[in-house]
């Protein structure tokens, strides 16, 4: 049974007359997740060892390795000496496929792109989305301020990105939460891949900054509009314009800010 986080010993100095008080607190796990295909490793992730078929199916899917989860014909979680093992048997035309262009890559928590043999695979050209859905300032303003409720992880650690998939009048459908931003969203992906769903009849949900495999991943799973709280890089914001996503960024309580294909988001009347 993998644990998602654990009781740390602290000493807490706060407060306007600040006094040493030893208390525990919830810290989150990390823990070198490794993913195989047909017995071969491929990668090794830093992440929240929870929601791991979600991630497997979702990583793989981002990483088109393969198409559909259905080409996923087995799937093993297996607790090793110094992490876990997501082990994965694939279809003949994806096992076929794989071969073809195995690569290793080594990502720690905080980056998405770590340890790419070729500089050219980090700037793949991200797919084009379709036409999507169009959405208010309301939705968006609600959307944000629902998900905190969803982060329960988070609010025992105060340590996790999450990511969730928003649809009008669904709510948030799907939220998956890890130490590292882009794991959550590969979670989310395998989440609604797993369940026959994709991005295009709603909004991506970010609780961190956009950086360009944010917008590579939330195109792949096909949807139109990337919400975030933090900032865009500039090369999000090139990719996001590329394949057709609406960028929604810096979104707390008081505004938002909208830099890329700004018409899915309604005007005020």
Request: aromatic residues 6%; proline residues 5%; charged residues 20%.
């Amino acid at each position: 049974m993998t644990v998602a986080f654990r009781e740390a010993e602290r000493v807490v100095w706060r407060g306007a007359a600040p006094h040493a008080a030893a208390e525990a607190r919830r810290v989150p796990e990390e823990t070198p997740i490794a993913l195989s295909y047909e017995g071969a490793a491929y990668a090794v992730m830093m992440a929240t060892p929870a929601d791991l078929e979600d991630f497997a199916v979702g990583f793989s899917l981002n990483e088109r390795i393969v198409r559909t989860p259905a080409e996923i014909e087995a799937l093993d979680i297996v607790a090793v000496e110094n992490g876990i093992l997501l082990r994965m048997e694939l279809a003949d035309a994806s096992a076929d496929a794989f071969w073809t262009r195995r690569r290793r890559i080594a990502g720690p928590s905080g980056c998405g792109l770590c340890g790419i043999e070729s500089l050219a695979e980090a700037a793949v050209r991200p797919p084009r989305v379709g036409a999507g859905i169009r959405v208010s300032a309301a939705d968006i303003f609600g959307a944000m301020e629902a998900l905190p409720a969803l982060q329960p992880m988070n609010r025992l650690t105060g340590a996790l990105h999450a990511a969730a998939f928003w649809t009008p009048g669904g709510g948030i459908v799907f939220a998956r939460e890890d130490v590292g931003r882009h794991n959550a969203l590969d979670k989310l992906t395998g989440a609604a891949a797993r369940s026959g769903r994709n991005g295009a009849g709603g909004a991506v949900l970010l609780t961190s900054r956009v950086s360009v495999e944010m917008v590579q991943k939330a195109a792949i799973f096909g949807a139109t509009i990337l919400v975030a709280v933090s900032a865009p890089t500039a090369l999000a914001l090139r990719a996001a314009h590329e394949a057709g996503i609406t960028l929604v960024a810096v979104a707390r309580r008081d505004g938002f800010e909208v830099f890329t294909h700004a018409g899915r988001v309604a005007a005020p009347r």
